[in-house]
């Protein structure tokens, strides 16, 4: 008869098998969720690779026989803080910066874009795209409803949260309710972070799928923009380390989880905070702002990966594009907070890398201006205004405060009026 101590050291490696069998199961389980949630919620893959027919969200609109309504309310309630804010982790900490946002409603309509009640069989004056500065906030503060109060005009909102400048361009020209009625305007609004040749190029590679342009075309496309117009493109641009370094991170549940539990450790045992974010100098009032770390080294970024004049070719190609169905675009150029109050920057911070380069606003709208593209460039506008004491971004987020939007506003309708007429 075996004794126990026998019994028990048949069952052990019996029972570890077991143990690391279920652990390893848990623990695919959990990689193909996160994963799948990095292509279907984070959208990572959109960005890796172009396909004709490639769309980041379905640009066809629900059935009205699947029971949706025309529009959706959605009643947001009063807060406190923002993006940089949330960042930190640390309610305590985060409440030294935070500022007030009044509650308000939402209206979105079966594209999910937000948008006050319109009559869908209409086309609109004016349609507004781009990245989150043209999205954020409440409805009655966005960039599209503020112009429409101004100019009286039907202002639609096309613009999309956290997708960057291109997905919402590609998604109005793949929107079936634009294929044969167009706006008179296309306002296309980006940030000066998102000024790249490279990144510019993709766009003009989606935008010569779409117009199944011809063989000469395509040959003019790859000479100038140092790529074919057809088939399936991998970026692979998207997969160096330094890009990685950015997008993995950003696009894991799990790592937005462990850096959420990490902050809090951080802070509470060593009194240290989230790296991401920069505690700006105090201004004249005494008040300090949040920053992003990564804002911050965009503006470092050099000629050569800024490449204006390949940005300012593919932003040619989008507006000969509109000009081509009678479409006036404005380009409107805003700048980083970073870089507008970049007087409050720390030294130790501004010494961690290269010198900070010189904004690529400016010579962006130089170029465009010579191309016969309409553009307004914020940067001089917002740099008087903070000279002024004027804040024109709130303190705890990365974005531009309703009066930073009302200036862009007026500029862009300044702009605008004479193409009306």
């Known amino acids: 008869m075996r004794t126990l101590y026998e019994l028990e050291n048949e069952m052990t490696p019996r029972a570890s098998r077991w143990f690391a069998g279920l652990f390893l199961l848990g623990w695919l389980v959990w990689m193909a969720g996160d994963w799948t949630l990095r292509f279907q919620w984070y959208e990572w893959g959109t960005g890796l690779i172009s396909a004709p027919g490639a769309s980041v969200m379905s640009s066809e609109p629900p059935s009205v026989d699947a029971g949706l309504p025309l529009f959706t309310t959605n009643h947001v309630s009063a807060s406190r803080g923002g993006d940089l804010s949330r960042l930190l982790g640390v309610r305590s900490l985060a409440s030294r910066f935070e500022e007030f946002r009044e509650a308000g409603v939402n209206v979105r309509d079966r594209d999910g874009y937000i948008n006050r009640p319109y009559d869908v069989g ?63 305007v296309l306002i296309w609004g980006f940030a000066e972070r998102e000024i790249g040749g490279d990144m510019f190029a993709g766009l003009v590679y989606q935008l010569a799928i779409r117009a199944n342009t011809g063989l000469q075309e395509d040959r003019a496309a790859t000479e100038e923009g140092g790529m074919p117009a057809t088939g399936v493109r991998v970026h692979w641009n998207e997969l160096s380390p330094r890009l990685l370094k950015t997008s993995l991170p950003n696009s894991s549940m799990t790592a937005q989880a462990g850096a959420w539990l990490w902050n809090r450790v951080r802070y509470y045992l060593f009194g240290m905070i989230n790296p991401e974010v920069v505690v700006s100098l105090p201004n004249e009032s005494g008040e300090q702002s949040l920053f992003f770390r990564y804002h911050i080294e965009t503006l470092r970024w050099s000629e050569r990966v800024r490449d204006v004049s390949k940005v300012a070719w593919s932003i040619q190609y989008l507006h000969d594009w509109c000009s081509a169905r009678d479409i006036h675009l404005i380009v409107l150029l805003i700048p980083e907070k970073e870089q507008v109050l970049q007087a409050w920057i720390p030294q130790a911070i501004k010494e961690q890398g290269p010198p900070i380069a010189p904004s690529p606003l400016p010579a962006l709208e130089k170029a465009l201006q010579e191309r016969n593209i309409h553009v307004v460039n914020m940067l001089p506008v917002f740099e008087e205004a903070i000279s002024e004491n004027k804040a024109v971004y709130w303190r705890d987020d990365t974005h531009w405060n309703p009066r930073g939007l009302r200036m862009a506003v007026d500029r862009v309708w300044t702009e605008l009026q004479p193409l009306l007429e």
């Open 122 to 184: 209409s086309v609109p004056d004016v349609v507004v795209v781009g990245d989150s500065f043209m999205a954020t906030g409440l409805m009655k503060d966005m960039f599209a409803t503020r112009l429409a109060d101004v100019s009286g005009l039907q202002v639609y909102n096309h613009a999309l949260m956290g997708h960057g400048p291109f997905v919402s361009v590609l998604k109005f020209i793949d929107n079936p309710r634009f294929h044969d009625r167009y706006p008179r």
